[in-house]
């Protein structure tokens, strides 16, 4: 009979999100997205932004479009954006390791160690920036962000594709994620998922965190076995 540690080797892999679990880019997403429902006339707040974690850039804009009752042309809405997307950059622009969040690096190191593949599975198009900016893109197995997607989640495309480039099975794969879109495209997917939040604003994940201090291997193995 394998060990625990044995059997795990290679046989599973975990998917992570990447805003609100890796780093917290929500406030440079949600003062973007106010300052371009300001250049059009009404209030965009922050339980508003809540409705774009996890959301690619166009499903969002249509989001923030319909809760300023606003109609515009598709070349309009590729136009806002583009001027949401500069901004976002520029406010991303000066982050660095600092900006990692707590237990993050230890856990990579942890699976690491222990010969677990992990994967990136973002919507967000600039995710290979922030993680070179941040110091944690080789870090890597395979990176699946939304230049690769054709369908944002909840659809499950992003971490079927990510347990495609780790060469293992959904159902052996683990997802971290902080956003109810996230967490019903990992259950789609026929994976385990650990919701990172409060579990009465995110519903069915099957094992729920604070912070990613919270976390480590052993509790991986729990979902398993």
Known sequence: ??????????????LFDLDGVIVDTAKHHYLAWKQLADELGFDFTVEDNERLKGVSRMDSLNILLEIGNISVSESEKISLASKKNQRYVESISNMDERDILPGVKAFLYELKSNGIPFALGSASK????????????????????????????????????????????????????????????????????????????????????????????????????
């Open 1 to 14: 009979m394998k060990g625990v540690g044995e059997s795990l080797k290679n046989e599973i892999a975990v």
């Open 126 to 225: 600039n995710a290979p920036m922030i993680l070179k900016k941040i110091g944690l893109y080789d870090d890597f197995s395979a990176i699946v962000d939304g230049n690769a997607i054709n369908k944002a989640k909840p659809d499950p495309e992003v971490f079927i594709l990510g347990a495609k480039k780790l060469n293992v099975e959904p159902e052996n794969c683990v997802v971290f994620e902080d956003a109810q879109s996230g967490i019903e495209a990992g259950k789609r997917a026929g994976m385990k998922v650990v919701g990172v939040g409060d579990p009465k604003v995110l519903a069915g994940a099957d094992l729920y965190i604070d912070t990613m201090e919270d976390m480590t291997l052993s509790r991986i193995k729990g979902l398993f076995f």
